[in-house]
């Protein structure tokens, strides 16, 4: 089984990998609070109705703008609970270094060890799936 595609628009794609058990999402400039909640949503509906087992995300800032305190607040509050109850064990992201998304990463990472959730930053994908592989077979 090949990748699966669950989201694709101008500001975000978002893909299953069944190997990896993975959603991966790649971003692009800017989205308003819509945009960005529908993604989300479109991601989670997909984890609770494909019968596949989602349980590592990886999310792909490199090019996405910035994001708005609300975009985030929600992903704390609503999407990021959501999934972590769906069955999410893991999750990373790929990004530059940028000092301003640090500070937004930083934030969204003491929610998630709020609710257990395992979450470390990346220079690549490559080296975020073989961090998430390394907790799978600890297991």
């Known amino acids: 089984m090949g990748f699966i595609e669950i989201f694709n628009s101008h500001y975000a794609v978002g893909i299953y990998n069944p190997e990896k058990k993975c959603v991966e999402v790649t971003w692009h400039g800017n989205q308003t609070f819509e945009e960005y909640k529908a993604l989300f949503q479109a991601l989670l509906e997909f984890q609770r109705n494909s019968g596949l087992e989602v349980i590592g995300y ?3 800032i490199r090019d996405q703008g910035v994001v708005n305190p ?12 959501q999934a972590v109850s769906q069955g999410l064990k893991w999750a990373a992201v790929v990004f530059d270094g940028n000092t301003f998304k640090r ?7 003491q929610v998630a060890n709020v609710y257990g959730l395992p979450l470390k930053f990346f ?3 490559d080296e975020a799936y073989k961090w998430g592989e390394s907790l799978t077979v600890q297991k």
């Open 123 to 125: 220079n690549s994908k």
């Open 58 to 60: 990886i999310s792909d």
């Open 70 to 81: 609300n975009n985030r607040k929600w992903f704390e509050q609503v999407a990021l609970p």
């Open 103 to 109: 500070y937004y990463l930083n934030l969204i990472l």
